[in-house]
Protein backbone atom coordinates (compact mmCIF):
# COMPACT_ATOMS: atom_id res chain seq x y z
CA UNK A 1 0.00 0.00 0.00
CA UNK A 2 1.11 3.41 -0.59
CA UNK A 3 1.57 4.86 2.41
CA UNK A 4 0.85 8.63 1.02
CA UNK A 5 -2.06 7.72 -0.88
CA UNK A 6 -3.41 5.90 1.85
CA UNK A 7 -3.64 8.35 4.56
CA UNK A 8 -7.22 10.60 4.23
CA UNK A 9 -6.80 14.18 3.42
CA UNK A 10 -8.45 16.33 6.46
CA UNK A 11 -11.16 18.44 5.20
CA UNK A 12 -10.60 21.53 7.81
CA UNK A 13 -13.46 23.71 8.44
CA UNK A 14 -14.94 26.31 5.87
CA UNK A 15 -13.65 24.04 3.10
CA UNK A 16 -16.11 22.32 0.56
CA UNK A 17 -14.93 19.17 -1.61
CA UNK A 18 -16.88 17.66 -4.34
CA UNK A 19 -15.92 15.42 -6.83
CA UNK A 20 -18.18 15.24 -9.87
CA UNK A 21 -17.81 12.27 -13.08
CA UNK A 22 -14.92 11.47 -14.24
CA UNK A 23 -13.17 12.36 -11.29
CA UNK A 24 -13.56 16.20 -11.34
CA UNK A 25 -12.56 16.93 -8.13
CA UNK A 26 -13.76 21.16 -7.08
CA UNK A 27 -12.45 22.37 -3.52
CA UNK A 28 -14.24 25.44 -2.58
CA UNK A 29 -12.33 27.63 0.48
CA UNK A 30 -12.14 31.07 1.53
CA UNK A 31 -9.12 32.12 -0.73
CA UNK A 32 -10.96 30.27 -3.86
CA UNK A 33 -12.06 27.76 -5.81
CA UNK A 34 -9.98 25.56 -7.60
CA UNK A 35 -10.70 22.41 -10.02
CA UNK A 36 -8.71 19.75 -11.45
CA UNK A 37 -9.55 16.12 -13.38
CA UNK A 38 -7.38 13.57 -11.75
CA UNK A 39 -6.68 9.81 -12.89
CA UNK A 40 -9.91 8.31 -13.70
CA UNK A 41 -8.73 4.98 -12.59
CA UNK A 42 -8.26 5.88 -8.86
CA UNK A 43 -11.63 5.92 -6.87
CA UNK A 44 -12.16 9.18 -4.64
CA UNK A 45 -14.66 9.23 -1.80
CA UNK A 46 -15.62 12.16 0.72
CA UNK A 47 -16.45 10.81 4.20
CA UNK A 48 -17.56 12.52 7.48
CA UNK A 49 -14.85 15.76 6.98
CA UNK A 50 -11.73 13.61 4.90
CA UNK A 51 -11.38 12.35 1.39
CA UNK A 52 -10.06 8.46 1.08
CA UNK A 53 -8.66 8.00 -2.11
CA UNK A 54 -8.32 4.34 -2.94
CA UNK A 55 -6.73 2.52 -5.92
CA UNK A 56 -8.52 -0.39 -8.14
CA UNK A 57 -5.25 -3.14 -8.55
CA UNK A 58 -1.67 -3.16 -7.38
CA UNK A 59 0.14 -2.88 -10.85
CA UNK A 60 2.78 -0.18 -10.69
CA UNK A 61 1.00 2.31 -12.67
CA UNK A 62 -1.84 1.71 -10.30
CA UNK A 63 0.41 2.45 -7.19
CA UNK A 64 2.10 5.82 -8.21
CA UNK A 65 -1.22 7.53 -9.74
CA UNK A 66 -2.49 6.38 -5.89
CA UNK A 67 0.12 8.44 -4.12
CA UNK A 68 0.15 11.47 -6.76
CA UNK A 69 -3.86 11.86 -6.75
CA UNK A 70 -4.36 11.95 -2.66
CA UNK A 71 -1.19 14.65 -2.73
CA UNK A 72 -2.83 16.83 -5.49
CA UNK A 73 -6.07 16.81 -3.59
CA UNK A 74 -4.13 17.80 -0.31
CA UNK A 75 -2.12 20.63 -2.15
CA UNK A 76 -5.80 22.21 -2.82
CA UNK A 77 -7.05 21.83 -0.01
CA UNK A 78 -3.82 23.92 1.33
CA UNK A 79 -4.14 26.02 -1.29
CA UNK A 80 -7.81 26.93 -0.67
CA UNK A 81 -7.44 27.77 2.91
CA UNK A 82 -4.20 28.80 3.77
CA UNK A 83 -2.28 29.78 0.03
CA UNK A 84 1.07 29.25 -0.93
CA UNK A 85 4.04 31.45 -1.59
CA UNK A 86 7.71 31.39 -2.43
CA UNK A 87 10.22 34.25 -1.42
CA UNK A 88 13.07 34.74 -3.72
CA UNK A 89 15.76 37.47 -2.87
CA UNK A 90 17.84 39.64 -5.51
CA UNK A 91 21.07 40.05 -4.92
CA UNK A 92 23.81 41.93 -6.78
CA UNK A 93 25.22 45.50 -7.16
CA UNK A 94 22.10 47.65 -9.41
CA UNK A 95 19.99 44.66 -8.90
CA UNK A 96 16.57 45.82 -7.74
CA UNK A 97 13.27 44.69 -8.29
CA UNK A 98 9.75 47.20 -8.33
CA UNK A 99 6.48 46.63 -9.08
CA UNK A 100 3.50 49.11 -10.33
CA UNK A 101 -0.35 47.47 -10.56
CA UNK A 102 0.12 43.99 -11.59
CA UNK A 103 3.83 44.28 -13.50
CA UNK A 104 6.87 43.64 -11.82
CA UNK A 105 10.41 45.90 -12.95
CA UNK A 106 13.71 43.43 -12.93
CA UNK A 107 16.48 45.20 -13.11
CA UNK A 108 19.08 42.90 -13.43
CA UNK A 109 22.12 44.03 -15.47
CA UNK A 110 20.74 43.48 -18.77
CA UNK A 111 20.69 46.87 -21.13
CA UNK A 112 17.05 46.65 -20.59
CA UNK A 113 15.19 46.36 -17.35
CA UNK A 114 12.81 42.79 -17.81
CA UNK A 115 9.17 43.32 -16.93
CA UNK A 116 6.84 40.37 -15.84
CA UNK A 117 3.19 40.40 -15.88
CA UNK A 118 1.83 38.47 -13.11
CA UNK A 119 -0.21 35.40 -14.12
CA UNK A 120 -4.25 35.49 -13.69
CA UNK A 121 -4.83 34.37 -9.78
CA UNK A 122 -1.01 35.01 -8.13
CA UNK A 123 -0.19 37.94 -7.08
CA UNK A 124 3.87 39.08 -6.34
CA UNK A 125 4.85 41.00 -3.51
CA UNK A 126 8.02 43.25 -3.30
CA UNK A 127 9.75 43.93 -0.23
CA UNK A 128 13.29 45.83 -0.15
CA UNK A 129 15.32 43.18 -2.43
CA UNK A 130 13.02 40.57 -1.44
CA UNK A 131 9.83 39.11 -4.02
CA UNK A 132 7.22 37.26 -2.69
CA UNK A 133 4.61 35.12 -4.71
CA UNK A 134 1.15 34.36 -3.21
CA UNK A 135 -1.57 32.12 -4.32
CA UNK A 136 -3.56 29.67 -4.02
CA UNK A 137 -2.57 27.50 -6.48
CA UNK A 138 0.65 25.46 -5.73
CA UNK A 139 2.19 24.47 -9.10
CA UNK A 140 1.69 27.97 -10.86
CA UNK A 141 2.91 29.79 -7.57
CA UNK A 142 6.20 27.60 -8.12
CA UNK A 143 6.24 28.06 -11.94
CA UNK A 144 6.14 31.41 -11.70
CA UNK A 145 8.64 31.91 -9.37
CA UNK A 146 10.66 29.77 -11.23
CA UNK A 147 10.38 31.56 -14.33
CA UNK A 148 11.46 34.94 -12.16
CA UNK A 149 14.39 33.20 -11.38
CA UNK A 150 15.32 32.30 -14.43
CA UNK A 151 15.63 35.57 -15.83
CA UNK A 152 19.05 36.24 -13.82
CA UNK A 153 20.20 32.74 -11.78
CA UNK A 154 22.31 32.98 -8.95
CA UNK A 155 26.40 32.41 -10.17
CA UNK A 156 28.85 30.63 -8.06
CA UNK A 157 31.19 33.03 -7.72
CA UNK A 158 30.02 36.15 -6.20
CA UNK A 159 26.56 34.50 -5.42
CA UNK A 160 24.90 37.42 -7.74
CA UNK A 161 21.38 36.92 -9.47
CA UNK A 162 17.54 35.74 -8.01
CA UNK A 163 17.51 32.93 -5.68
CA UNK A 164 14.85 31.03 -3.90
CA UNK A 165 15.25 32.50 0.11
CA UNK A 166 15.73 28.82 0.93
CA UNK A 167 18.59 27.96 -1.57
CA UNK A 168 22.20 27.43 -0.61
CA UNK A 169 24.65 28.60 -3.99
CA UNK A 170 27.55 26.32 -3.25
CA UNK A 171 30.71 28.87 -3.89
CA UNK A 172 33.68 28.57 -6.10
CA UNK A 173 37.32 29.75 -5.59
CA UNK A 174 37.74 32.40 -8.36
CA UNK A 175 41.25 32.25 -10.23
CA UNK A 176 44.60 33.12 -8.39
CA UNK A 177 46.87 35.22 -10.75
CA UNK A 178 50.53 34.22 -11.28
CA UNK A 179 53.08 35.44 -9.32
Known amino acids: MSRIGRMPVVI ?48 KKMKSLHGLTRTLIHNMVVGVSEGYEKVLEVNGVGYRAAKQGNKLTLSLGYSHPVEMIDPQGLESVVDGNKITVKG ?21 YKGKGIKYADEVIRRKVGKTGKK
Open 12 to 59: PAGVTVTVAEGNKVTVKGSKGTLERVLPAEMDIKVEDGHVIVSRPNDL
Open 136 to 156: IDKEKVGQYAAEIREKRAPEP
